[in-house]
Nanobody, 123 residues
């Protein structure tokens, strides 16, 4: 399985970005997907997750109402729409896949990871 993130960059506080994660090498629609992030000196933390059908989602409290996870199984892609960005959202964002249909919020529940994309929010 290969996961390739894109869409990161530099944005001012209050701005928006949309991250994409393209999957290959496996039947994408079988897998639950998640987004995590890691800031310098901090542990990797959960951001959002979506079930294989897209019918169930989960969000960390610190992004709820600002971020939206979605997926297009026909395009083998999962997205993270980020709005009202804050400087504390600055991190490397990782896409992850798990061989299960359901959502999960812990990193060890995921089987494959992308290389990450940098998001920097300036104040």
């Amino acid at each position: 399985v290969q996961l390739v993130e894109s869409g990161g960059g530099l944005v001012q506080a209050g701005g928006s970005l949309r991250l994409s994660c393209a999957a290959s090498g496996r039947t994408f629609s079988r897998d639950g997907m998640g987004w995590f992030r890691q800031a310098p000196g901090k542990e990797r933390e959960f951001v959002a997750a979506i079930s294989r059908s897209g019918g169930s989602t989960a969000y960390a409290d610190y992004v709820k109402g600002r971020f939206t996870i979605s997926r297009d199984n026909a395009k083998n892609t999962v997205y993270l729409q980020m709005k009202s960005l804050k400087p504390e959202d600055t991190a490397v964002y990782y896409c992850a896949a798990r061989f299960s249909s359901t959502v999960d919020v812990i990193p060890v529940a995921y089987d494959y990871w992308g290389q990450g994309t940098q998001v920097t929010v300036s104040s």
